[in-house]
């Protein structure tokens, strides 16, 4: 096994920092929104989180695309890793964002197109995680994942843009000036501050992680090749 | 005169703290996670290196 580098201990350190910074940003510096009352503040890592799980499931296809290409098992592990990790993101993202509607919509939940495209969206990842479970060949999972990861990317642009193109009560805060979905508000310049610095940390905790998580894949491929070895 | 009536945020501070809550303990466990198994992965691997060595 590969020494931990520096600069990936460093990494670690630096997105401490931000987060902490972050953290602070968005409890103490952006004003409290007006109408909507302190929940509102988990809009900023709601929002980020969101991004970090899209940013990791197009990190998965990309590594599908490259697998496809290269044959290199290297390449599957980077797309488990980024699929594994954008399944943890979009998760705090639904969980937090379902906390936040049930004072701002009064429930916890509704089938509106951008919560049941983020909801299909989850389950795709999740049942990629589950299928290659049940695939023992290592060359056909790996196959498999990179198609898989291609296809299930679709689920993507269809979560972002569903709340631009269809009829859907989930605010649009970035780049619109929708005033349709229930929540909508508009940022003022504290505010755009700690939502931006909140997209940046968060950018720095998906590498953080997903370096992490490669690192790990590696090991357990190296563990799985020992074991091959050891049997036969 | 229009008189304009300013009414203050509702307090919803219990669902903030709970919608935090669940973002820092949900990158907590996962953390947790990748160190839980990164442990497991080098005992593993030091075991199967004993059994390298034995069988030269």
Redesign the interface.
């Known amino acids: 096994?590969e020494p931990k580098p520096r600069i990936l201990t460093i990494l670690d350190g630096v997105t401490l920092i931000l987060l902490a910074v972050a953290t602070w940003m968005v409890l103490f510096y952006a004003p409290?929104?007006?109408?909507?009352?302190?929940?509102q503040?988990?809009f900023y890592?709601?929002v980020a989180?969101g991004w970090v799980g899209m940013l990791s499931f197009l990190a998965a296809a990309v590594a599908g695309i490259i697998y496809l290409s290269t044959k290199s098992r290297n390449w599957d592990t980077v797309s488990l890793a980024a699929v594994e990790v954008g399944v943890?993101f979009i998760?705090?993202t639904i969980?937090?964002g379902s906390?936040?509607a049930?004072?701002i919509w009064n429930t916890w939940w509704t089938w509106d197109p951008r919560l049941t495209t983020a909801t299909v969206m989850q389950l795709i990842y999740l049942a990629y995680l589950m299928l290659r479970q049940g695939i023992e060949d290592p060359d056909r999972r790996a196959r498999f994942g990179a198609v898989y990861t291609i296809l299930g990317f679709v689920s993507v642009p269809l979560t972002f843009f569903s709340a631009r193109l269809l009829r859907t009560i989930h605010p649009i805060v970035i780049a619109t000036g929708d005033p349709s979905g229930e929540g909508t508000f508009n940022m003022t310049p504290p505010m755009l501050q700690a939502f931006m610095f909140s997209l940046l940390t968060f950018s720095f905790?998906f590498i953080t992680?997903f370096w992490?998580?490669i690192?790990?894949g590696k090991?357990?491929d190296?563990?799985e090749q020992?074991?091959l070895?050891?049997i036969n | 005169m229009i008189l304009m009536q300013v009414q203050p945020p509702p307090d919803n501070t219990a669902y903030m703290i709970a919608g935090f809550a669940i973002i820092f303990g949900v990158m907590i466990i996962y953390v947790t996670s990748l160190i839980v198994r990164n442990r497991s992965l080098m005992r593993d691997l030091e075991l199967l290196e004993e059994l390298e060595d034995q069988d030269r």
Do not use: D, N, Y
Not at chain 1, 32 to 39: D, I
């Open positions: 096994m409290t929104e007006a109408t909507m009352g302190p929940v503040r988990v890592f709601h989180a943890v998760f705090i969980i937090s906390i936040w049930r004072p905790i992680l992490h998580r690192r790990l090991l357990s190296r563990i020992l074991k070895m050891t």
